[in-house]
């Protein structure tokens, strides 16, 4: 069993103010307890806030130069690949993630390192701009200056991942961070913390705080606070987003999604829905981007309702630490609930059960366990195809022609990703190209971390990875000088 009885704060690892106030860490597997960890209160969040505001005010982390901002970062990245099973293993037992998730996503890390410090070193952090009037008897000179203090919120759900792609922006731009992690990733966010230490941040640049969502309130509303950076919930992104404004700090959101995965007629079938095992099903169903609605040309309707059952069906569900897994359990009984009422409701609409339902797997009735689920004949007005429900449920919608499909997919509060599957590299372009999204994968290509990753509609305000992402943890200003 693992013991966290302090918080990291400013770069040391301190006593938290209420020593009281420690929750203990169950598995999502068997609700054995892995751990306990001390979490933090507002009077925590003051002095994180503090120390970050004195680092960036009077530090001498913003005044680095961006090179050696750049090796810390690398430095960390070189430390977390050396403890890549390590890291795996934590967010697995902890999250419930399946192995094969958490180990395949250590690469992934370190390409997010990757192309953000590509555009750290090709970023432009001072350059004069070319006049667009010959006359101009000036030069205009633009500086990338880091904000200030940075409040990220990320959620449980892939928690290395999301506080990678907030902390090494900010970080390389010069801020100073307060990160706020989910109380169910105490344990490994404090593993996050170590390797972080290590590399040699100074003082106050950084805290991690795990902590309940009041706490996170009294964080994005703290007055010396001068950026928010969130990943969760539509509805806890409203919220955000109005302190925000209030307040006016700057802000990014990067938040739900209900994508849709089209099939088109000429698509190879196999190929896709072997796809969809990762594309619509990884994590264990929880994650923002998957493909959850897949979209079916009615001529060969049957054919993928067919293609999809037998594939989840081949799935095992179980121990995350077994080999041979590819489902483990939803992180808490109530996100368990929550999958479970969601079949319900989809019974009740009158969507066909094609495979799964609302009963534990058998065995695993000490889990958070569901069983995964297809529902067919489902149309795209009902609860199931427009609600973002988390987990391992799939909605296979029926489509008449190419532009029936299309605005089926658009159809949506949400536009974070979507897939196109065909024969014909042009075509998936075309229709990409027509998807109100903002990724699209054609015929299963991996994410890009070069390209701006966020959401159109429901489902965000501002990207990440990449130039892009860094240039959101960067204010601009314009210098002008007699020539």
């Not at 892009?468 to 601009?476: D, R």
Request: hydrophobic share 40%.
């Amino acid at each position: 069993m693992t013991v966290r009885d302090k918080l990291y704060i400013g770069g040391a690892w301190v006593a938290p103010s209420d020593p009281n106030l420690r929750i203990d860490i169950l598995s999502p597997h068997d609700q054995s307890l892995l751990g306990s960890a001390a979490q933090a209160v507002p009077a925590d969040v003051d002095a994180a806030v503090a120390a970050a505001r004195a680092a960036f005010d009077d530090g001498l982390w913003p005044r680095t130069s961006p090179e050696e901002r750049q090796e810390i970062v690398r430095r960390y990245d070189a430390l977390r690949a050396a403890r890549a099973d390590e890291v795996a293993r934590a967010i697995s037992v902890e999250n419930g993630s399946a192995g094969w998730f958490t180990k395949a996503g250590q690469p992934f890390l370190n390409r997010q390192v990757k192309a953000y410090l590509k555009a750290a070193e090709e970023f432009g952090w001072e350059e004069i701009i070319e006049p667009s009037d010959p006359s101009v008897t000036f030069d205009t000179i633009v500086r990338r200056e880091a904000i200030g203090v940075v409040a990220a919120v990320i959620p449980w759900n892939s928690p290395f991942s999301a506080a990678t792609a907030k902390l090494v922006p900010a970080l390389l731009a010069g801020n100073t961070v307060v990160l706020k992690v989910s109380p169910e990733n105490s344990l490994s966010m404090m593993l996050l913390a170590d390797l972080w230490h290590e590399a040699g941040l100074p003082a106050g640049v950084l805290s991690i705080l795990p902590a309940d969502r009041e706490t996170s309130e009294y964080l994005v509303s703290h007055p010396d606070v001068d950026k928010i950076a969130f990943t969760g919930s539509t509805r806890a992104g409203r919220r955000i987003a109005s302190i925000a404004g209030e307040h006016l700090k700057r802000v990014s959101l990067e938040l739900g999604g209900k994508s849709a995965a089209l099939i088109l007629d000429d698509a190879d079938l196999d190929a896709a829905v072997q796809g969809l095992r990762f594309g619509s099903l990884a994590n264990n169903g929880e994650a923002c981007i998957l493909q959850t609605r897949i979209l079916a040309p009615r001529s060969r309707y049957e054919e993928v309702v067919a293609a999809v059952k037998a594939m989840v069906e081949s799935l095992k569900v179980g121990d995350p630490s077994a080999p041979d897994t590819f489902i483990g359990p939803m992180i808490r009984p109530d996100q368990q609930q929550r999958v479970i009422d969601y079949i319900h409701i989809g019974m009740a609409e009158g969507a066909r059960l094609v495979t799964g339902g609302p009963q534990i797997p058998e065995g695993l009735e000490k889990g958070n366990y569901v069983t995964p689920t297809v529902f067919a004949d489902v149309d795209n007005s009902m609860r199931i195809a427009q609600e973002e429900i988390f987990g391992p449920v799939l909605s296979v919608i029926a489509y008449h022609d190419e532009d029936d499909a299309v605005r089926i997919a658009n159809d949506s509060d949400y536009g974070l990703s979507g897939g196109i599957w065909t024969i014909d590299p042009a075509r998936a372009l075309a229709v990409a190209r027509r998807l109100r999204t903002g990724t699209v994968t054609l015929n299963g290509s991996p994410m890009s971390f070069d390209g701006p990753f966020g959401g159109y509609k429901a489902s965000g305000i501002g990207r990440e990875y990449g130039k892009v992402g860094l240039t959101g943890y960067v204010e601009h200003k314009t210098i002008t000088r007699n020539r």
